[in-house]
Nanobody, 115 residues
């Protein structure tokens, strides 16, 4: 069973920063494009940022210029650096493969931004 373990969430004030980590047990991690997703209360899960196996990145318009996705293939880990956080960034954050998303997810990590 593949494991996805997200961490780094918490309570942060608006304007603050947070760094999320996601460790995966996928043995072919270095070959996979990965992404961060988030789900706010009462809303559908949405794509936040993507990173290809070669390191190319892309971002949702709502986080562009504030969030940075990166990866460490030696550690099978993908990161999300979140700066200038806003109340609307409050959500549970998940990582997973992209664009083909498997039918398993980790537990996610809750980020709550207080205004």
């Amino acid at each position: 069973q593949v494991q996805l373990v997200e961490s780094g969430g918490g309570l942060v004030q608006a304007g603050g920063s947070r760094r999320l980590s996601c460790a995966t047990s996928r043995s072919i991690f270095r070959l996979l494009a990965m992404a961060w997703y988030r789900q706010a209360p009462g809303k559908q899960r949405e794509l936040v940022a993507t990173i290809t196996s070669g390191g190319s990145t892309n971002y949702a318009d709502s986080v562009k210029g504030r969030f940075t996705i990166s990866r460490d293939n030696a550690k099978n880990t993908v990161y999300l650096q979140m700066n200038s956080l806003k109340a609307e960034d409050t959500a549970v954050y998940y990582c997973n493969e992209w664009p083909r998303v498997p039918n398993y997810w980790g537990q996610g990590t809750q980020v709550t931004v207080s205004s």
